[in-house]
């Protein structure tokens, strides 16, 4: 049967104290450590070191696509184009105003004609204004086709600096069928 005398030793010895400290002792359940909050802490240095890795792999993709592109458009010469294509605008602007001020009144001011010049060049005559002139008609065809030729030379250009860039690095392309 049950032993009566043994009952006290029984009860001291499973006081809930000694269940938790047998416990955390077996199994380190958090909270019951002496000082939880420096684990808090080790975590979330641990989480801060993860975010810097993660933002400097991300600048460091930043800067190879930024040095990439830039290389790509030191070799497709934008710059040069880009110039380019600004003296025409600016010249042919310039030129329709001298030419039509007095005759179109959509043409009075250096703004108006520049406007004109800009759409009238990507081709896209957005514009609700019109030369009036022989001459400005003349500058405004010359225009249109510089702008077609442009947007040409630009696709090129840049398709050309593309293939060499690869080539460089060493890829093979597919062979041309």
């Known amino acids: 049967m049950f032993n009566m005398k043994a009952l006290p030793a029984l009860m001291k010895e499973n006081t809930p104290d000694r269940i938790i ?12 450590e002496p000082m939880p909050l420096l684990h808090i802490l080790r975590l979330v240095k641990q989480v801060r070191i993860i ?5 400097k792999i991300t600048l460091g993709i930043l800067k190879s696509f930024w040095a ?3 290389r790509i458009a030191r070799r497709a010469h934008i710059d040069v184009l880009a110039a380019a294509a600004a003296v025409v605008i ?8 001298l030419i039509e001020a ?38 405004a065809m010359v225009l249109e086709f510089s702008g077609i030729a442009f947007i040409g030379l630009f696709a090129a250009s840049l398709a050309g ?17």
Request: charge should be positive; proline fraction near 4%; glycine fraction near 8%.
């Open 68 to 70: 990439s592109a830039f």
């Open 161 to 177: 600096a593309l293939l060499t860039d690869k080539l460089e690095e060493g890829v093979d392309l597919p062979p041309a069928e």
């Open 102 to 139: 007095d005759f179109n009144a959509s043409f009075v001011n250096m703004g108006d004609s520049l406007w004109w010049a800009v759409n009238m060049f990507a081709n896209v005559a957005y514009v609700a204004f019109h030369p009036a002139t022989f001459g400005g008609r003349m500058v």
């Open 51 to 55: 975010r810097l890795l993660r933002v």
């Open 21 to 32: 400290h047998r416990h955390a002792k077996k199994q380190k359940v958090f909270g019951t």
């Open 90 to 97: 600016v010249g042919a602007a310039g030129t329709m105003w």
